[in-house]
């Protein structure tokens, strides 16, 4: 058992007694101990919940900052293709369009 009663959870205890043996010390010590073993778990389970919490939201604004990503790129990639003109040795002119080019 690791609580020890100080003299205020003596003086505490006698009150509630009052001058029966209804709750003997080391019964109230083991219940203390008890209570701070289950405050203790439910603190660690609170916390590693909390932290999971906090994962899972940086993970969705990771992933949304992914998503404007691909959104954006996939907005350049297809401004660029509208706009391709071929520069490769082909023979067209200029801004003329190739079809073995994968843009056209």
């Known amino acids: 058992m690791e609580y020890d009663l100080d003299s205020e959870d003596e003086r505490w205890l006698g009150a509630l007694n009052g001058g029966q043996d209804r709750l003997p010390p080391r019964r109230l010590e083991s ?3 008890r209570l701070e073993l289950a405050n203790a778990e439910a603190t ?4 590693a919940g909390a932290g999971e919490q906090a994962i899972k939201y940086e993970l969705r604004k990771i992933n949304h900052v992914a ?4 959104w954006s790129t996939s907005l350049v990639a297809r401004r660029a293709v509208s706009a391709h003109t071929h520069s490769l040795p082909c023979g067209l002119p200029p801004g003329g369009r190739c ?3 994968p843009a056209s």
Not at 44 to 47: K, M, N, P, S
Not at 67 to 70: D, G, L
């Open 99 to 101: 079809r073995g080019c």
């Open 31 to 33: 219940l203390i101990w």
């Open 67 to 70: 998503m404007r990503f691909a």
């Open 44 to 47: 660690d389970r609170a916390l």
